[in-house]
Nanobody, 116 residues
Framework: QVQLVESGGGLVQPGGSLRLSCAAS????????MSWYRQAPGKERELVAT????????TFAASVKGRFIISRDNAKNTVYLQMKSLKPEDTAVYYC?????????WGQGTQVTVSS
């Protein structure tokens, strides 16, 4: 079955960096559109960035443009979210999402907390 396992979250000081990883299995990763979402306490889940099967990237969240980069390694079945210049408002649970054959799959999420 489809599995998405996020890792790399944690506590970081403002201005710091983190790289999230999402290891995928159970489907043809190279054909899937992969995305990162996040959900802060009391807020709706927000689409952060998407990378197509062909490697085209789209950053949807205006607040992270220039600071977050999505990438993928099809050989490792893994999608990444490189985050820099982190701010307290980036604190959220970050979710990996796969869209493959018109079905959507979610990981369990990884907590990112930005605080001094």
């Amino acid at each position: 079955q489809v599995q998405l396992v996020e890792s790399g979250g944690g506590l970081v000081q403002p201005g710091g960096s983190l790289r999230l990883s999402c290891a995928a299995s159970g489907f043809t990763f190279s054909s899937a559109v992969m995305s990162w979402y996040r959900q802060a306490p009391g807020k709706e889940r927000e689409l952060v960035a998407t990378i197509t099967s062909g490697g085209r990237t789209i950053t949807f969240a205006a607040s992270v443009k220039g600071r977050f980069i999505i990438s993928r390694d099809n050989a490792k079945n893994t999608v990444y979210l490189q985050m820099k210049s982190l701010k307290p408002e980036d604190t959220a649970v970050y979710y990996c999402n796969a869209n493959w054959r018109d079905a959507t799959h979610w990981g369990q999420g990884t907590q990112v907390t930005v605080s001094s």
